[in-house]
């Protein structure tokens, strides 16, 4: 059984960082892709970093600002998010996806607010 456990959101002013973590249990970490999505309300979710072997990809609107990475000895995949915008304010989730299932975290708020 597949699970997911986020952690790292909160409230932050505008220029402040946060950490997200995402642990996943019951896949073979390692071999899997893993992303960062969020949503924003009233908008579509959307891809915002992306990490396959030692290639990872970025949003424009995060490129400099976020970086993703990941612990396979923990099973762990991590979004350090820098220089926060209030635009980046929204519900964070990690992602993978297996044949045509896509597995999803429970979200985390990140809000950047002053």
């Known amino acids: 059984q597949v699970q997911f456990v986020e952690s790292g959101g909160g409230l932050v002013q505008p220029g402040g960082s946060l950490r997200l973590s995402c642990v996943v249990s019951?896949?073979?970490?390692?071999?899997?892709?893993m992303g960062w999505y969020r949503q924003a309300p009233g908008k579509q979710r959307e891809l915002v970093a992306s990490?396959?072997?030692?290639?990872?990809n970025y949003v424009d609107s995060v490129k400099g600002r976020f970086t993703i990475s990941r612990d396979n000895a923990k099973n762990t995949v991590y979004l350090q998010m820098t220089s926060l915008k209030p635009e980046d304010t929204a519900v964070y989730f990690c992602?993978?996806?297996?044949?045509?299932?896509?597995?999803w975290g429970q979200g985390t708020q990140v809000t950047v607010s002053s």
């Open positions: 990490i396959s072997g030692d290639k990872t």
């Open positions: 019951g896949i073979l970490f390692r071999l899997y892709d």
């Open positions: 992602n993978f996806v297996n044949g045509r299932i896509n597995y």
